[in-house]
C-alpha cells in the first residue's frame, strides 16, 4: 500500500477538512528536505516559503543540530525536571533566554509547544492573582485576529473563529478586542497615532466596563502572524501598556514567531516597544528540529510565585517533557548558529529584498489590498476590489487559489485564515534568488487564480 493510502485511511491531521483528505489524501508527501529546499515522495522540489510552519529558521537538515542531537542522544536522551531534578543544558539554556530577553527576566519555565506554552501562562497569571488575594481578578484579554495556540485555553485565546466553531471555545474568562488592522479597522483619514489611541481609548473603556478587578493580563503578539501579519503603530503598544499598567493588568507577549530573529531583530518586544511582564517562545528557539518551548517570568512575578509555595506547597504544574534534555541541545546548538553565523542582521538585510520583491511584483495589482510585514515575515492580502475597498464575498477561496496556483510553480506559501491573505516566513538561510524564485511563483500563482476566477 503507498504511503498516501495509508496516511488517508490512518492519520488524523490537523487544521484540515476531514472529509476532503479522507476523500483525496495528502496533497503531497515531504520525504527530505535541505536549506530553503523540500522534497515530495516524487522528487519533486519545492521552495519553503514558510520555513514549516515560520519556525525552521537555520533550513533543513543543518549538520551542526543533526550531530548536536546525535550526540546529546548518546549521551542523555532525557531525564525529568520534577521534584527538583536537574539536568545540565537546560539550566545553561534558561540562563542564556534570561541574558537574551528584550526586558529584564527572571525565571524560565519549559514546555514542548507554544499552545501548551500560552496555557502555562494562563496558569501563572491566576496563580499569581489567587497568591495576592485578588481571586475575581482572572479575565485575560486577547486579540481578533491573533494566534496564541489551540489547546482549550490558548485555542480560546486565539482570536480566529474557525478555532472556536465546534469546540465551545472561548472559556468564559476570555475577552477580545480589536486587533491594529489597518487595512480594516483604521478610520479613513486617521494617522498611525490616531489609530494606536483610539484602539488603546477602547481597551481602557473596556477594562472599566469589565471591572478592572476582574481583568488579569492582555496576551498579544508583537507582531501578528497567523491572523495576517499584522505590524501595529509605532505607538501602539505604548500606549497599550499605559492602560494596562494604569489597572494593573500584566502584558504577556507572544514571541513564539517573532522571536530569535524573524523580524530582523532578537525579539518581536524590540521591534514595536513592547515591555512585557511574561513571554512566551517556542517554533526559533530549535528551528522545529525538536519541540521546545519557554515562559519567561520577569522578578515581579516571580516573587509572588515564591511566595505562593507557603500557601500551596509544591507548585502543581509542569509536564513530563519539560525542561527535556535532547531539546535543549537543539535549542543550544541553534542559536550558537544563529548568532554565530550573524543570521539575524541577514534576516534583516534579506527582508529589505524580500519587501522590495514584493513591492515589484504585487503592489500595481488591481486585487491586492496591502503588502505588509517586517524582516523575513510578509503578507499580501487580496481584495475584491481595490476602489472601493472591497473583500471577496467567499473568504479565503481566492488565497486558496493563489496558494495552490504557486504550488504547481514549486513554491510552497500558505493562506492565512481570516481573510484572503497569502504569507511569506522563509527560513533564515534563504539566498537572495530563491527569495526572488519564491515571490516570482506566488506572482504566477496570483496569475493562475485570477485566471480561474474569470473562467468560471
Not at 68 to 85: C, D, I, K, N, V
Not at 380 to 400: C, H, I, K, N, T
Amino acid at each position: 500500500m503507498h504511503v498516501e493510502e495509508l496516511d488517508r485511511n490512518y492519520l488524523f491531521h490537523p487544521m484540515t477538512n476531514l472529509a476532503a483528505h479522507a476523500e483525496n489524501g495528502p496533497h503531497m508527501t515531504i520525504v527530505k528536505g535541505k536549506g530553503a529546499t523540500v522534497t515530495d515522495r516524487t522528487g519533486r522540489d519545492y521552495l519553503d516559503a514558510m520555513a514549516g510552519l515560520w519556525c525552521v529558521n537555520v533550513g533543513y537538515s543543518h549538520p551542526e543540530m543533526a550531530e548536536a542531537l546525535r550526540e546529546q542522544a548518546l549521551t542523555l536522551p532525557y531525564f525529568h525536571a520534577f521534584s527538583s531534578m536537574g539536568t545540565d543544558l537546560p539550566a545553561r539554556l534558561s540562563e542564556r533566554l534570561i541574558a537574551m530577553a528584550p526586558v529584564p527576566m527572571s525565571k524560565v519555565f519549559f514546555g514542548n509547544s507554544g499552545s501548551d506554552a500560552n496555557d502555562t501562562q494562563a496558569k501563572l497569571v491566576w496563580y499569581y492573582n489567587n497568591v495576592l488575594g485578588r481571586p475575581q481578578k482572572k479575565k485575560i484579554i486577547a486579540r481578533r485576529r491573533g494566534y496564541h495556540g489551540v489547546t482549550v485555553l490558548s485555542g480560546g485565546l486565539t482570536g480566529l473563529k474557525n478555532l472556536h466553531d465546534g469546540f465551545d471555545l472561548p472559556l468564559p474568562m476570555i475577552r477580545h478586542v480589536r486587533p491594529p488592522h489597518r487595512l480594516w479597522e483604521r478610520e479613513p483619514g486617521q494617522t498611525d497615532d490616531e489609530f494606536a489611541t483610539a484602539l488603546a481609548t477602547e481597551l481602557d473603556r473596556f477594562i472599566v466596563n469589565e471591572g478592572p478587578e476582574t481583568v488579569a493580563a492582555m496576551i498579544a503578539e508583537p507582531v501578528m502572524a497567523a491572523g495576517g501579519v499584522i505590524v501595529p503603530p509605532d505607538t501602539y503598544f505604548p500606549k497599550i501598556q499605559e492602560v494596562l499598567d494604569k489597572y494593573d493588568v500584566l502584558l504577556i507577549a507572544d514571541e513564539v514567531v517573532n522571536g530569535f530573529g524573524r523580524l530582523g531583530v532578537p525579539f518581536g518586544s524590540d521591534s514595536v516597544n513592547m515591555r512585557p511582564d511574561l513571554m512566551t517562545v517556542a517554533k526559533g528557539i530549535t528551528s522545529a528540529y525538536v519541540p521546545l518551548s519557554a515562559v519567561l517570568v520577569n522578578e515581579k512575578v516571580w516573587e509572588v510565585l515564591l511566595a505562593g509555595s507557603a500557601k500551596y506547597g509544591s507548585f502543581g504544574h509542569g509536564y513530563t517533557y519539560s525542561a527535556h534534555p535532547l531539546a535543549a541541545a537543539a535549542a543550544m546548538t541553534n542559536l550558537d548558529i544563529i548568532e554565530r553565523d550573524g543570521l539575524i542582521a541577514q534576516v534583516a538585510e534579506n527582508g529589505t529584498l524580500l519587501h522590495e520583491l514584493l513591492h515589484d511584483a504585487f503592489a500595481d495589482h488591481p486585487h491586492v489590498g496591502e503588502i505588509r510585514g517586517r524582516g523575513l515575515m510578509a503578507a499580501v492580502e487580496f481584495v475584491d476590489s481595490r476602489e472601493p475597498l472591497r473583500a471577496f464575498a467567499s473568504q479565503g477561496a481566492f488565497a486558496g487559489a493563489v496558494t495552490r496556483g504557486a504550488l504547481a510553480e514549486g513554491v510552497i506559501t500558505r493562506a492565512l485564515p481570516a481573510a484572503d491573505t497569502v504569507s511569506f516566513s522563509p527560513p533564515f538561510i534563504t539566498t537572495p534568488d530563491e527569495l526572488s524564485r519564491m515571490v516570482a511563483g506566488v506572482r504566477a500563482g496570483l496569475d493562475r487564480a485570477v485566471a480561474e476566477m474569470r473562467d468560471a
